[in-house]
Structures are given as structure tokens and as C-alpha cells.
Nanobody, 127 residues
Framework: QVELVESGGGLVQAGGSLRLSCAAS????????MAWFRRPPGKEREFVAR????????DYADSVKGRFTISRDKSKNTVYLQMNNLNLEDTAVYLC????????????????????WGQGTQVTVSS
């Protein structure tokens, strides 16, 4: 069993920044990857970014490349999502998920492959 707890969401003006955190507990994270997904209002959940725990390999959705950065702190069992230059389309509930390392890069893009999820944190970008 793994528990994931997100924090750091809030209301921010367009062009601003936020940093989300996802703290993991309950098992070793070796051999896993952690990812951020988001669920915009009225839309399906979509992949944002992911990082493999051991190697720190990262990948991003095209919509956030160059603006968002995912990182992890092994000493705190925590993954971060630094979000810069936010725009209205970034408004969503952001969720953290964990998955055992997968064979293909594209497999990480599907939320059905993830074993555990946090409760989510709301990010609202205003004009």
C-alpha cells in the first residue's frame, strides 16, 4: 500500500508560478516512477510529467514543455512539479500517481497503468 499526498495548489494569475508537492509513504520507491496528471474542468485526465525514481529520467507533455519541471527529493520521498508561466489552460485538479517502471515511454501516458493516486490539488489560473 502506498499513500500519496499532494499539496501546493491554489489561485494564481496568468504568467505566475506554483510548485506542487507529492509526498509518498508506505513502500520503497526504487523501481517505480511517479507522475503528475491533471483533470481540467469538464475534460478527461491527461498526462503532464513523470520521473523515474532511481535514475531521475523525465518526460513531459508537449503542452507544458519548457514551462514545467518535475523533480524528486529522495531524502523526503517527495516529487515536485514546478510550474512557471501558467496560463488559463493549466487550470485543473492535479493528481500524483505511482507506477512500477514500464517498458515503453508511451505507457506512462496512460493513467490506467498507475497503481496508486493522491487525492489531488486544485490549481486555478486567473486572467
Amino acid at each position: 500500500q502506498v499513500e500519496l499526498v499532494e499539496s501546493g495548489g491554489g489561485l494564481v494569475q496568468a504568467g505566475g508560478s506554483l510548485r506542487l508537492s507529492c509526498a509518498a509513504s508506505g513502500r520503497t520507491l526504487s523501481g517505480t516512477a511517479m507522475a503528475w496528471f491533471r483533470r481540467p474542468p469538464g475534460k478527461e485526465r491527461e498526462f503532464v510529467a513523470r520521473i523515474t525514481w532511481t535514475a531521475g529520467d523525465t518526460d513531459y507533455a508537449d503542452s507544458v514543455k519548457g514551462r514545467f519541471t518535475i523533480s524528486r527529493d529522495k531524502s523526503k520521498n517527495t516529487v515536485y512539479l514546478q510550474m512557471n508561466n501558467l496560463n488559463l489552460e493549466d487550470t485543473a485538479v492535479y493528481l500524483c500517481g505511482i507506477v512500477r517502471n514500464l517498458a515503453s515511454r508511451r505507457a506512462y501516458y496512460s493513467g490506467v497503468n498507475y497503481s496508486y493516486w493522491g487525492q489531488g490539488t486544485q490549481v486555478t489560473v486567473s486572467s
